[in-house]
């Protein structure tokens, strides 16, 4: 499970621009699905037929990061962000643009650290010293992301990025590898611009009709210094999701999830985020509307270059998943 975590962090995409993780992730699950295919937008579908209800899991393939606006006299990149940056936990951090080209994310406040916040300006500097050598490698409407990384930390915990969310594809890849035969009809579906308001969900969930859709990713923890007040933390198991800003989840849906929990052993924990929004939003409320929720991955510092995971909460998401899935629904 590592190794395949690993290879679906090394590659960045950021929102709009998710053919090439698009294409890491189709060679993982060709082997196990009865058809794989894309949309119009780009979001990714494996399909594993049954006869029942259908079913659909998603994850995204994006990420957040930035896009150039403008290059400055001094060869300095100017950018701006794409979904959720938050520039103080981002400043100081290595970014790779699409073409290979790397440098580093400082805010225009200096690196004093007062002036750290959003809404101020950014800049990648590649260590060019005029716009004139900038312009040889970078152009207005370029993408960067931070640098992936990949740490093992104590035990099974891991920091890097991104995690959120090539840990929730990496999961739907586990289960759709994990599942035989079943009697719903299930389509694990990896999404594109999630980061930016759950744009690929929509058209997806459109495609799939659901019965029932479940997304898969990252959620915030309680247990990390100036954390909103939540209960979820680090190492407490899957987390069955009761609501976000963009869903109440189907309290029927949630309590199936918890009893499976607790009838096959499965180590979870319930999560009210208090901000935020998942994939789960935009499948409810589209087509002709879908029993919905979410099952997420402890995440600390979600959005940071230090994401951190652990490992026995990833394993529990699967266990608990591959039950959900296999049971007629
Ligand atoms: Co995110
Ligand atoms: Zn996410």
Do not use: W
Not at 130 to 147: H, L, N, P, W, Y
Request: charged share 25%; proline share 3%; net charge neutral.
């Amino acid at each position: 499970m590592t190794e395949l975590i690993k290879k679906l962090m090394k590659t960045g995409s950021v929102s709009g621009r998710e053919a090439r993780i698009s294409e890491v992730i189709r060679k993982e699950i060709e082997p196990y699905a009865d058809e794989v295919y894309t949309d119009n937008l780009g979001n990714l579908y494996a399909h594993k037929k049954g006869n029942g209800k259908k079913l659909m899991l998603a994850a995204h393939m994006d990420e957040i990061g930035f896009f150039v606006t403008n290059i400055k006299e001094s060869g300095l990149v100017e950018v701006a962000p794409v979904g959720g940056i938050n520039y103080v936990s981002a400043a100081y951090s290595y970014v790779v643009f699409e073409n290979g080209v790397r440098g580093v994310i400082v805010p225009e406040g200096g690196v004093s650290g007062n002036d750290l916040k959003n809404g101020e300006k950014y800049y990648i500097d590649i260590g060019a010293s005029s716009r004139k050598q900038t312009e040889k490698k970078i152009s207005i409407g370029d993408f960067a992301v931070c640098e992936s990384s990949f740490t093992r930390l104590y035990g099974r915990r891991y920091a890097g990025r991104p995690f959120d969310d090539r840990i929730g594809c990496a999961v739907l890849v586990k289960c759709l590898e994990n599942l035989k035969a079943c009697e719903n009809d299930v389509y694990f579906v990896f999404t594109v611009q999630e980061e930016v308001g759950c744009r690929g969900s929509l058209p997806a969930s459109f495609n799939v009709r659901p019965d029932v859709a479940i997304a898969v990713d990252v959620t915030a923890t309680g247990d990390v210094p100036g954390a909103k007040s939540m209960a979820v933390k680090l190492g407490g198991g899957a987390a069955i999701k009761i609501r976000d800003n963009s869903v109440i989840c189907d309290f029927e849906l949630v309590e199936e999830l918890k009893s499976l929990a607790k009838e096959k052993n499965i180590k979870h924990q319930l999560e009210y985020l208090p901000f935020g929004g998942t994939d789960t939003g935009s499948m409810q409320r589209s087509a002709r509307g879908a029993v919905a929720g979410a099952v997420s991955i402890p995440t600390r510092y979600v959005h940071s270059a230090v994401e951190m995971i652990d490992m026995a909460d990833v394993d529990a998401c699967v266990k608990l998943l591959g039950e959900y899935i296999k049971k007629p629904i």
